[in-house]
């Protein structure tokens, strides 16, 4: 999926217009979830390296381990995001997102622990530090938007902010400033740590 043929119809939690390629890696959500968080990632592999197949290998538990001496630090991990954000702009889904994706890991954001329960986990191809794609942010600022129009989006924050000291993604290079421009959410959607030096947006 590209930004200019970016469709809003749903499948349950499946936005159709997605390419789907579905994990083993998720759950139920816990009785009474409110899916009222978005957190955004920054993943390659290897690292900085763009465009493979490695990305979604890991995603769906067929990442040959033995294909670059990095994998190794990963090996065994099963992990999984609701949606992936490649350079390019194409959007995939590999969870439901009415199910629990394995994302966050150990996280806490407004009051509540174990994020995964009630958040939407995004992945965007990138390196920590370094810059996004215009593509990415088109169809991230329109993923977002769709998510709000479905379920009950309150607060967007990164990985950083909801595992701060454990994460550091999607890092410094994100522009959560021309995300906040494109999404036209108030700065109470968002980390206090990005807003602060940006005026609020009605």
């Given at each position: 999926m590209r930004p200019e043929t970016f469709e809003a119809s749903w499948a349950g939690g499946w936005l159709a217009s997605a390419r789907h390629c579905p994990s083993p890696n998720h759950g139920p959500r816990p009785a009474g979830a409110l899916i009222d968080l978005i957190v955004l990632h920054s993943i390659?592999?290897?690292?900085?390296?763009?465009g493979g197949p490695e990305v979604e290998q890991l995603f769906t538990n067929a990442l040959d381990w033995d294909a670059h001496p990095y994998f190794g630090q990963?090996?065994?991990?099963?992990?999984?995001?609701?949606f992936f954000i490649r350079r390019d702009g194409e959007l995939v889904q590999?969870?439901?997102v009415d199910a629990r994706a394995w994302h966050a890991g150990p996280s806490s954001w407004r009051g509540r622990e174990n994020c995964n329960d009630d958040s939407i986990g995004i992945e965007l191809e990138g390196l920590e530090g370094e810059p996004f794609e215009a593509a990415q942010y088109a169809t991230l600022s329109q993923l977002c938007h769709r998510l709000?129009?479905?379920?009950?989006?309150?607060?967007?924050?990164?990985?950083e902010h909801i595992a701060p000291g454990r994460k550091q993604d999607p890092g410094p290079g994100f522009d959560w400033a021309r995300l906040q421009h494109d999404l036209a959410w108030s700065s109470a959607y968002f980390p206090d740590a990005v807003t602060g030096a940006n005026p609020p947006i009605a």
């Open positions: 390659s592999l290897p690292p900085g390296v763009y990963i090996r065994g991990m099963e992990v999984s995001a609701h590999f969870v439901d709000k129009e479905r379920y009950p989006v309150t607060h967007i924050a990164g990985h």
